[in-house]
């Protein structure tokens, strides 16, 4: 049976750094109130780049280091809950830009869990013909569907992209796996909402901005992650304790040390950047991915988790051998 392998990663992130003294001057807020409780410094904010812009770099990067020929990708998906527009979807328009006319091309909606989730996807795609490798991208740029006078939700997001090139491969390296949906928790985290008109012909709809019951998103996160990760392992046939590295959506630190003791493992294998980039949503597992393996943090052979959590409400974990 065929499996499949990630070859190369890769990000990038807008050079524009907004810090939590920046925003202090935005709204009634102060470096100390958001690090206490989220653990971010600062976050990356983009200054004219799209979603899309983000995401052909990542794809370019990982073309560049790979050496593997554009010609050769057969599917790009990009994760996302910021796209450019409803239609064309992002990975079209990269698919476009990189000159990939091999590749299907699509988006996945699932907000934080969108990168779990397009991994399992173009997994399930390089297992049969005639897919062979697949560009995997989580591309943000939430500074534009955030109103920023609500401290709230401002103080928590960045821009950034992130992602992989997989390929079939005939080892076992993906192992185990548990996507998970709750809908009837759907309003908890909503973003982009349309209305429709009452009467005929109605305004063009604007959209809203993105709102949380951030309590509800702490409470869901600290027992679904632990939950799904556990399912995961027991797909895999794997302890916990063989697992090297626990790459967590980046949504905010306190709920990361949550889940780290909820399933008793050292808080060492479950890295953090939220500091740096805020909560980046689908981009921020692979941006944490790509700082590790750039860094010689992980390294070929190491297990690692990758769980995301969010928007849906979902949860997803996947289990790799690097």
């Given amino acids: 049976m065929k499996n499949w392998r990630i070859v190369e990663t890769a990000s990038v992130a807008p050079q ?14 102060s470096d100390e109130w958001i690090q ?6 600062q976050r990356h904010i983009s200054n004219g780049e799209n979603t899309s812009d983000l995401a052909v770099k990542v794809a370019t990067r990982l073309l560049k280091k790979s050496g593997v020929p554009v010609g050769d990708i057969d599917l ?11 239609t064309p979807s992002v990975a079209a328009i990269v698919q476009g830009q990189i000159g990939a006319r091999n590749a299907v091309a699509f988006d996945i909606s699932a907000a934080c869990s969108g990168f779990v989730y397009a991994l399992a996807v ?3 795609f390089l297992m049969q013909d005639p897919f062979h490798r697949a560009l995997v991208i989580g591309s943000e740029i939430l500074s534009k569907i955030i109103d920023w006078q609500d401290r709230t939700t401002a103080v928590l997001f960045g821009d950034g992209a992130g992602g992989v090139l997989i390929e079939e491969a005939r080892e076992n390296c993906l192992y185990g796996q548990d996507l998970v949906s709750f809908g009837e928790l759907s309003d908890k985290i909503v973003a982009g909402k349309t209305k429709v008109a009452t009467d005929f012909p109605g305004r063009v709809t604007s959209l809203s901005p993105f709102s949380m019951d951030g309590r509800a998103v702490y409470k869901f996160a600290t027992h679904q992650v632990p939950a799904s990760i556990k399912r995961a392992a027991q ?4 302890e916990l304790n063989q697992v090297d590295h626990f790459l967590l959506h980046q949504a905010n630190a306190r ?26 949503s689908a981009a921020s597992e692979p941006l944490l991915l790509d700082e590790l393996v750039t860094h010689g943090k992980i390294k070929r052979g190491d297990t690692l988790v990758l769980a995301g959590f969010g928007g849906g409400l979902t949860t997803g974990t996947i289990i790799i051998k690097y």
Avoid: C, H, W
């Fill in 122 to 124: 173009a997994g399930g």
């Fill in 36 to 41: 206490s409780r989220t653990g971010i410094k």
């Fill in 255 to 280: 709920i990361i040390r949550q889940v780290a003791k909820r399933l008793d493992q050292p808080l060492e294998k479950f890295p953090i950047n939220i500091n740096e980039y805020g909560n980046t």
């Fill in 235 to 238: 797909d895999a046939g794997i």
């Fill in 76 to 86: 790009i998906i990009v994760a996302t809950m910021s796209p450019d527009s409803y």
């Fill in 16 to 29: 524009q750094i907004e810090t939590n003294d920046d925003l202090s001057k935005l709204m009634d807020t």
